[in-house]
């Protein structure tokens, strides 16, 4: 319960869930923690995006382009951060 706390709070995955997998996984490639890492973090705001939507009404309309509009330049500029 405290780690839901603190993962709501300030971001578990990367206080929490991020350090426990380094250390307990050390023979791990860090690109691959770190993708596993992000593969949770995608699972569990999906699972949150579908109970809020679930209980509140959200404008589609609005959310729907600016959520294109986020993906498309997190593609675009990620290899733009790569070395």
């Not at 971001?11 to 770190?34: E, F, N, R, S, Y």
């Not at 959310?63 to 986020?70: F, R, T």
Request: charged content about 5%; cysteine-free.
């Amino acid at each position: 319960m405290i780690a839901g706390f603190v993962d709501a709070a300030v971001g578990g995955g990367g206080l929490i869930q991020l350090p426990a997998a380094l250390i307990l996984m050390p023979g791990v490639p860090i690109p691959t923690v770190l993708g596993t890492n992000k593969f949770a973090s995608l699972f569990g705001t999906s699972f949150a995006l579908q109970r809020y939507a679930r209980h509140l009404k959200i404008d589609w309309s609005t959310v729907a382009p600016a959520a294109g509009i986020a993906f498309l330049f997190a593609f675009v500029g990620s290899p733009l951060t790569s070395p």
